[in-house]
């Protein structure tokens, strides 16, 4: 098969109009036509999201509070025409050819062969494929592009094949695609919010009970995701290192997950760094509470604050670049709050600013923050 070269997309959210869009979609369709031969069965897309609090919760069956970005993965697929499944990155501009039965590739399309592998461990037959990605979210970043990818792939797969998975289906089976491929002991947060939140709403989700609710924003008030520049990779952060040490404080302090806890004294019982790991849990999960009662935009930004205090001195998976980023936004008029997001170790700062203000506030606090070291930018705003 010829795999030309393909030129880097630009990953800045879409503010394109509907007949552009068309225009775009038709010209993606062409280029799967391009490398593959043939026109795609179907597409699929899901966002990324950013979380806005409720960190570091999910895998202690904790709250989260997420909402979906505008950037989008998309992918194009059909069947494919011989035995191996093939898989193209437009803005990687990487092929993948995976034989079914090879054990897992690397890169992008681990996430994709890790949809397909378990959908065969829960009993479906997964001929082999076509797959053309495109992205607008940004890697790296810590808003879920790697889930992102996964959700679309799943929703895909649900329509050529059509299989019958509902959304949390698809959920479930994106994380146990990470745990199982990309060697991240995730919890359920990310791929939730992929496939079942959106841009108008924030989402609570119990992560326990898988409860959850669509919760207006706060009034008068939007939010803005800054891109530290400083780039992270769960795999290689001390992600799966901070979870083994949330399960051993909940052993030491007999509960099956930290969640069980409410009363942050109990923490006081551990010696560190459980201590602080289970303080961090059981504060965020109360603050993540908090909002259910119903708080004005200056509350939830003075809740978004601490956390990312907790974070920093708790949990300790911020890095300078992004404390420093937080610092200037909490220091400009028109935020009510901001904090890290996502896992941690790098990647963007979300706030809440003052409606209507986002984008002047990111050019601001851009105009602060980059310099020799530092590259930020605005990716919601
Ligand atoms: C990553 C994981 C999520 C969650 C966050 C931290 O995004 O994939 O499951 O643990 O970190 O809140």
């Keep these: 098969m010829p795999y030309p070269k393909r030129r880097q997309r630009n990953c800045k959210p879409s503010r394109l109009s509907l007949s552009d869009r068309l225009d775009v979609m038709n010209r993606?369709?062409?280029?799967?036509?391009?490398?593959?031969?043939?026109?795609?069965?179907?597409?699929?897309?899901?966002?990324?999201?950013?979380?806005?609090?409720?960190?570091?919760?999910?895998y202690n069956d904790?709250?989260?509070?997420?909402?979906?970005?505008?950037?989008?993965?998309?992918?194009?697929?059909?069947h494919s025409p011989n035995d191996r499944h093939h898989f193209y990155s437009a803005e990687l501009e990487e092929w993948a050819d995976v034989?079914?039965?090879?054990?897992s590739p690397q890169g992008f399309a681990r996430y994709i062969y890790g949809c397909i592998r378990v959908l065969e461990q829960i009993g479906y037959s997964i001929p082999p494929i076509n797959l053309f990605v495109t992205s607008s979210v940004p890697i790296g970043s810590g808003l879920s592009s790697s889930a992102a990818l996964e959700v679309a792939t799943l929703r895909g797969l649900r329509s050529l094949l059509n299989l019958n998975l509902d959304d949390v289906k698809i959920a479930q089976l994106g994380q146990q695609a990470e745990?199982?491929?990309?060697?991240?002991?995730?919890?359920?947060?990310?791929?939730?919010?992929?496939?079942?939140?959106?841009?108008?709403?924030?989402?609570?989700?119990?992560?326990?009970?898988?409860?959850?609710?669509?919760?207006?924003?706060?009034?008068?008030?939007?939010i803005v995701v800054i891109d530290s520049g400083v780039a992270r990779s769960l795999a290689d952060s001390s992600y799966n290192q901070r979870r083994a040490e949330c399960e051993e404080a909940a052993r030491q302090l007999g509960v099956k997950a930290l969640r069980d806890?409410?009363?942050?004294?109990?923490?006081?019982?551990?010696?560190?760094?459980?201590?602080?790991?289970?303080?961090?849990?059981i504060n965020e999960n109360n603050r993540v509470l908090k909002v259910l009662e119903g708080v004005s935009a200056e509350a939830f930004g003075e809740l978004m604050n601490a956390s990312h205090a907790s974070l920093r001195d708790?949990?300790?998976?911020?890095?300078?670049?992004?404390?420093?980023?937080?610092?200037?936004?909490?220091?400009?008029?028109g935020v009510f709050g901001a904090r890290l997001t996502g896992a941690g170790f790098g990647g963007a700062c979300v706030a809440l600013v003052k409606g209507g203000a986002g984008k002047a506030i990111a050019e601001t606090v851009l105009n602060h923050y980059n310099n020799a070291e530092h590259r930020g930018d605005t990716l919601v705003g």
Excluded: W
Aim: proline share 8%; net charge negative.
């Design 28 to 58: 993606l369709e062409m280029d799967f036509q391009q490398i593959f031969n043939a026109a795609p069965d179907i597409e699929a897309s899901a966002p990324g999201r950013v979380n806005l609090l409720g960190e570091h919760t999910d």
């Design 62 to 78: 904790g709250f989260v509070l997420p909402t979906a970005i505008p950037q989008q993965t998309t992918v194009y697929v059909g």
């Design 99 to 103: 034989s079914p039965s090879e054990s």
């Design 179 to 222: 745990i199982q491929y990309a060697s991240v002991s995730c919890g359920i947060l990310d791929q939730m919010a992929c496939s079942l939140a959106d841009t108008e709403h924030m989402l609570f989700l119990d992560t326990r009970t898988l409860d959850r609710q669509l919760l207006p924003f706060p009034t008068g008030a939007e």
């Design 261 to 281: 806890v409410s009363d942050p004294q109990m923490a006081e019982s551990l010696s560190d760094p459980l201590r602080k790991r289970a303080r961090h849990v």
């Design 314 to 333: 708790d949990y300790e998976v911020s890095v300078p670049a992004l404390d420093q980023l937080v610092d200037i936004l909490q220091n400009t008029p």
